[in-house]
């Protein structure tokens, strides 16, 4: 079984700040690696898959990087609409989900 | 626009079956994988399980093998989920989730692009 872990478990950012969140494999997923973002009483939204690749509808400002284990999200300049849960999830064997990061107001 | 609508959940006993459906529509529910994911009150994400466009690969997690049945009708642009033994560690939002690779050949190997909004599944006594 392949565990994911996220870091920090809780990030706080102001508006307009960069924010970097981590996520890591305890063992290789090559780049089967994606995103998502889930607002309160809302469904997750995939944001990245591939490790990079932007899905349909998301803005620049969201960028995926890493391959193996290391991942990194990062939003370049945090909007209000950006606080949130981000999650990430392997699909290298059979899918897995990190624990979540927590996007909030600085 | 693609629509995933999740139903049949409820307040179960432990120990009893409840039977979850999923509505597809918007695009062609027979080209693609689907899966169910749950997320436990104030929890985390948990991929549950996950059927091929052909129904010919399926997949579980360890915590429901043997008690969840995954199905689908391509007729009638659905899926299932059936639940036998429920316990009250199966408590959860249990969403349908849309595979975003077009018939493919792995149910383990994609992220999934759309979601339902969850129905509640709540086993108490």
Redesign the interface.
């Known amino acids: 079984e392949i565990v994911m872990t996220q870091s920090p478990a809780t990030l706080s950012v102001s508006p307009g700040e960069r924010a970097t969140l981590s996520c890591r494999a305890s063992q290789s997923v090559s780049s089967n690696l994606a995103w998502y973002q889930q607002k309160p009483g809302q469904a997750p939204r995939l944001l990245i898959y591939g490790a990079s690749t932007r899905a349909t509808g998301i803005p620049a400002r969201f960028s995926g990087s890493g391959s193996g284990t290391e991942f990194t999200l990062t939003i370049s300049s945090l909007q209000s609409e950006d606080f949130a849960v981000y999650y990430c999830q392997q699909y290298n064997n059979w899918p897995g989900f990190g624990p979540g990061t927590k996007v909030d107001i600085k | 626009e693609v629509q995933l609508v999740e139903s049949g959940g409820g307040l179960v006993q432990p120990g009893r079956s409840l039977r979850l459906s999923c509505a597809a529509s918007g695009f062609t529910f027979d080209d693609y994988a689907m ?1 169910w ?1 749950r997320q436990a009150p104030g929890k ?4 549950v399980s ?1 059927i091929s466009w052909n129904s010919g690969s399926i ?1 579980y ?2 915590s429901v093998k043997g008690r969840f049945t995954i199905s689908r009708d391509n007729a009638k642009n659905s899926l299932y989920l059936q639940m036998n033994s429920l316990r009250a560690e199966d408590t959860a939002l249990y ?1 349908c989730a849309k595979d ?1 690779k077009l018939r493919s050949k792995s149910v ?6 759309y ?4 129905t509640l599944v709540t086993v108490s006594s």
């Not at chain 2, 985390?44 to 991929?47: A, F, H, I, V």
């Not at chain 2, 383990?108 to 692009?113: K, L, N, Q």
């Not at chain 2, 979601?115 to 969850?118: A, I, K, L, R």
């Open positions: 899966h994911v985390g994400l948990e991929w996950g997949g997690a360890d969403y975003i383990a190997a994609t992220p999934f692009d979601w339902g909004q969850g």
